[in-house]
């Protein structure tokens, strides 16, 4: 039987990117990512917000920028697009052992524009998706707007 472990997010940075440069060239960045997940309220008839908040980490090196771009281009509050795989951290503290789920960033796609000027946060250029043109509104649903 095939598996399949590939998760495709779209969401806003929690933290500035750290990054980590190996020996052997090497690098790791790691940054906090939220998803919210909109949900109405049944009794209320409210939008109610939800967030998942996940620990991301993307390697670089000879054969992958993606940890350089991350490294360069995205600040806490950015909306960015991640797509990568699933991965179980186990560690043991105090003699409790410990585990948590984090995304291994294969690829990624800057949601805004970038910002001309001071820098400011943000700082990435925009990949057209679905067919917009440079400068035209990006269509939002409520189900999905994320309010962060």
């Known amino acids: 039987m095939a598996n399949l472990n590939r998760v495709m997010l779209i969401g806003r940075l929690t933290r500035d990117p750290e990054s980590r440069t190996f020996a052997n060239g090497g690098k790791v960045v790691n940054f906090g990512f939220a998803v919210n997940n909109s949900r109405k309220n049944q009794q209320t008839g409210e939008w109610e917000n939800d967030p998942v908040y996940l620990d991301c980490a993307a390697?670089?090196?000879?054969?992958?920028?993606?940890?350089?771009l991350i490294e360069e281009h995205c600040?806490?509050?950015?909306?960015?697009?991640?797509?990568?795989?699933?991965?179980?951290?186990?560690?043991?503290?105090?003699?409790?052992?410990?585990?948590?789920?984090?995304?291994?960033?294969g690829n990624i796609q800057f949601l805004e524009p970038k910002e001309n000027g001071n820098g400011g946060s943000g700082g990435g250029r925009?990949?057209?998706r679905?067919?917009?043109?440079?400068?035209?509104?990006?269509?939002?649903?409520?189900?999905?707007?994320i309010p962060f």
């Open 75 to 105: 600040r806490k509050g950015q909306q960015i697009f991640i797509e990568g795989r699933l991965k179980l951290d186990q560690w043991e503290t105090g003699g409790e052992k410990r585990q948590k789920l984090k995304i291994i960033v």
């Open 126 to 128: 925009q990949q057209q």
């Open 59 to 68: 390697y670089g090196g000879e054969k992958s920028k993606t940890a350089d």
């Open 130 to 145: 679905g067919g917009r043109q440079p400068g035209e509104e990006r269509p939002r649903d409520e189900e999905y707007d």
